[in-house]
T-cell receptor, first 116, second 115 residues
Framework: AQTVTQSQPEMSVQEAETVTLSCTYD???????LFWYKQPPSRQMILVIR??????QNATENRFSVNFQKAAKSFSLKISDSQLGDAAMYFCAYRSAWDTGNQFYFGTGTSLTVIP | ETGVTQTPRHLVMGMTNKKSLKCEQHLGHNAMYWYKQSAKKPLELMFVYNFKEQTENNSVPSRFSPECPNSSHLFLHLHTLQPEDSALYLC??????????????FGPGTRLTVL
């Protein structure tokens, strides 16, 4: 099974500042998909951003962008102009392009606190 | 209602009880999933259904029994659980299981406590 590692259990950022959450993964495959999900306190998990491994261009979604380094197997999430509503658990996930069961492998999450 | 809904949101049960968790998706998706979320551990995929057929069972103990009567509804039947089964149980759905249909949409979860 693939392993996804989020080495920062907790992070904090000042409102309006930028923060980067790290994620690394272990795979021998060349074709896969990577995801960042956000889980606010007591609310459901929502997709933040999706990256296709065969695309060199980093995915962006408004204030959220990723730094995808395929050779390093690194997939970090940058949040710009942080807002109070960004406070949540953030999970990185991996999916093999060859998996017919759509199995996601998740990291243990990073808890982000936004300081007003 | 929109998205993925789960009931109940909280459940406390004894080890000898039988209970069921319900999930309903209003997205027109064909695939549904059960996950177990425990503190400081990665989400654990339990079951996958695609077009009502179970396609994955990740070595889940038989005290957890899934049921998928149609593409919109998913149940998790629970019996003789153990205290270590206490966790947040998340349901998710996706358009399908193939690449390009893979984004999973999650429900709010059922917080289960086993006494």
């Amino acid at each position: 099974a693939q392993t996804v590692t989020q080495s920062q259990p907790e992070m904090s950022v000042q409102e309006a500042e930028t923060v980067t959450l790290s994620c690394t993964y272990d795979t021998s495959e060349s074709d896969y998909y990577l995801f960042w999900y956000k889980q606010p306190p007591s609310r459901q998990m929502i997709l933040v951003i999706r990256q296709e491994a065969y695309k060199q261009q980093n995915a962006t979604e408004n204030r959220f962008s990723v730094n995808f380094q395929k050779a390093a197997k690194s997939f970090s999430l940058k949040i710009s102009d942080s807002q109070l509503g960004d406070a949540a658990m953030y999970f990185c996930a991996y999916r093999s392009a060859w998996d017919t069961g759509n199995q996601f492998y998740f990291g243990t999450g990073t808890s982000l606190t936004v300081i007003p | 209602e929109t998205g993925v809904t789960q009931t109940p949101r909280h459940l406390v049960m004894g080890m000898t009880n039988k209970k069921s968790l319900k999930c309903e998706q209003h997205l027109g998706h064909n695939a549904m999933y059960w996950y177990k979320q425990s503190a400081k551990k990665p989400l654990e995929l339990m079951f996958v259904y695609n077009f009502k057929e179970q396609t994955e069972n990740n070595s889940v103990p038989s005290r957890f029994s899934p049921e998928c009567p149609n593409s919109s509804h998913l149940f998790l039947h629970l019996h003789t659980l153990q205290p270590e089964d206490s966790a947040l149980y998340l349901c998710a759905s996706s358009q399908g299981t193939a690449s390009g249909q893979d984004t999973q949409y999650f429900g709010p979860g059922t917080r289960l406590t086993v006494l």
